[in-house]
């Protein structure tokens, strides 16, 4: 069964391929097929970034807790100013309605508790403030406080442990004390089946962080990037069947969510340089179907998938083409006077507590890099 099970998703990945080939040969004529050369080795970036970080938290405990984050209620924060433009105004609404809607175990819950430390550390990096600097540590720490007060917490399912380890990783390389969450992780994860489901995806996203924490997962990140769909559709031999449609829209949405969100963990969500972690053939894969995708995802007017191949097009240093100028002021405009971005339906289908926050906080990351 596990075999039919595996051969019946390979086939659905080929056809999804095949239907994106089309579509990009007769509607979305691409402009990004030239690869884009890296600034930095991947040694030197994780050197300069890891240090920087460090001494940046260092700063930063001084005049914050390390168990909560210091200073004022977060709660209760506004978010620090910023240099004017569209872009910045619309970044600060978005993070005042983030501030008046925190993630919660209740309210949207544990998943986005994590995507909102990883998009907090994001920013961190990116503050040319220590006013910024501080607000980001002290959005971090209110994540790190609700987790440790929940005392019957348990992980029940794969997105969990990968919403875990990226608390963790956002919460060590700011400087909190982590140890409790270093003990739980090697009572809780690390041998865990959960952590290395039948979706490789996860296995990828689960053997990223885990590395990033200083811990050999076990099953090697090589070994599970092998298995992954980039890997999978550049060694997959097919013919172009032009003008005929071989997959589904949902088979289309969960091929762009497992190529993202393997760019997410091959980069170290954007910490490393991911050139470093690919094959020619699949670097050239993965430089064309990621503007391929913006194309399509564009008319659609969908945004959280848009907004996520957006920051893989950065991640991957892409050039600034039509393309993503265009992407990039849909998401503006699809900004509400409330800050948030609308409805994400897929959100709804999911079940999510709140069905704006996943927008929201894709939505900044984006605008972000």
């Given at each position: 069964m596990k075999r039919l099970i595996?051969?019946?998703?390979g086939l659905v990945l080929i056809w999804v391929a095949l239907f994106l080939t089309s579509c990009a040969c007769h509607h979305y004529p691409c402009t990004y097929h030239s690869k884009a050369k890296a600034e930095k080795s991947l040694a030197s970036q994780g050197v300069s970034q890891?240090?920087?970080?460090?001494?940046?938290?260092?700063?930063?405990?001084?005049?914050?807790?390390?168990?909560?984050?210091?200073?004022?209620?977060?709660?209760?924060?506004?978010?620090?100013p910023q240099a004017g433009g569209r872009r910045d105004e619309v970044m600060k609404k978005a993070l005042k309605w983030i501030i008046d809607h925190p993630a919660t175990f209740t309210d949207g819950g544990f998943l986005e508790m994590g995507e909102e430390a990883n998009?907090?550390?994001?920013?961190?990096?990116?503050?040319?403030?220590?006013?910024?600097?501080?607000?980001?540590?002290?959005?971090?720490?209110?994540?790190i406080k609700e987790l440790r007060a929940k005392k019957d917490f348990r992980l029940e399912f794969a997105g969990e442990i990968t919403a875990y380890l990226a608390i963790t990783k956002a919460a060590q390389k700011l400087g909190f004390e982590t140890d409790d969450f270093h003990q739980f992780i090697k009572r809780e994860i690390i041998n865990n089946t959960m952590t290395y489901p039948p979706?490789?995806?996860?296995?990828?996203?689960?053997s990223s962080l885990l590395r990033d924490l200083g811990y050999e997962p076990k099953v090697p990140l090589e070994t599970s990037i092998g298995q992954g769909v980039i890997a999978t559709m550049t060694k997959s031999s097919y013919l172009i069947p032009i003008g005929k449609s071989y997959a589904s829209e949902q088979d289309v949405s969960n091929f762009f969510y497992d190529i993202t969100h393997e760019i997410f963990a091959i980069s170290s969500f954007g910490d490393r340089n991911p050139e470093t972690m690919l094959m020619p053939k699949e670097l050239e894969f993965v430089q064309r179907i990621i503007p391929e995708g913006i194309n399509l995802y564009l008319p659609k007017?969908?945004?959280?998938?848009?907004?996520?191949l957006v920051v893989c097009a950065k991640i991957m240093n892409y050039p600034e083409g039509v393309e993503l100028r265009q992407a990039v002021e849909f998401i503006l405009d699809c900004q509400e006077e409330d800050g948030a971005f609308g409805v994400i339906p897929r959100m709804k289908d999911l079940g999510r507590g709140?069905?704006?926050r996943h927008g929201?906080?894709?939505a900044v990351w984006a605008l972000a890099l």
């Open positions: 595996a051969k019946t998703r890891e240090t920087q970080a460090a001494q940046e938290s260092q700063a930063a405990s001084c005049a914050a807790s390390q168990q909560v984050g210091g200073g004022d209620d977060p709660n209760q924060s506004q978010p620090p998009l907090f550390y994001v920013l961190y990096t990116r503050a040319k403030s220590s006013e910024e600097k501080q607000f980001y540590r002290d959005r971090l720490g209110r994540i979706n490789i995806t996860y296995v990828i996203l689960n007017k969908q945004l959280d998938i848009l907004c996520e709140n069905i704006y929201v906080l894709v």
